[in-house]
């Protein structure tokens, strides 16, 4: 049923993905979440979508509100929050650090926002 639905309205899914293509704002956020589980820095999503790391900091700040790794961040938090809700996950909790078992995030996101 969901491959059929997909079939249906393949045209509006083209559109987006081409607006995607030319935002840079798009660009970076679609190359954080394809490398969730690499390390990437600043530098790196700054010369995927071809402008400095300062330049793009300050660009990406201004549009979104948010510092580039700290959206970075907030993403890898929600794909944990989600594996957590949807899965048979377990989790450890113990002085405030969350090691999750998933090889996919380190636990510096989770001290952040736990400790907020």
């Known amino acids: 049923m969901h491959f059929l639905a997909s079939l249906k309205?393949?045209?509006q899914f083209r559109e987006i993905k081409k607006v995607r293509e030319t935002d840079f704002i798009q660009k970076s956020i679609s190359f954080m979440k394809e490398n969730m589980e690499n390390k990437i820095t600043l530098e790196d999503i700054a010369q995927h979508v071809g402008y400095s790391a300062s330049h793009f900091s300050a660009l990406f700040s201004e549009r979104t509100s948010y510092a580039p790794m700290e959206y970075y961040n907030q993403l890898k938090i929600q794909r944990a929050c989600s594996f957590l809700q949807f899965s048979d996950l377990k989790i450890k909790v113990h002085k405030f650090v969350v090691v999750v078992q998933v090889h996919l995030l380190s636990a510096n996101p989770f001290d952040?926002?736990?400790?907020?």
Do not use: E
């Open 9 to 11: 309205y393949i045209n």
């Open 112 to 116: 952040k926002a736990l400790l907020s």
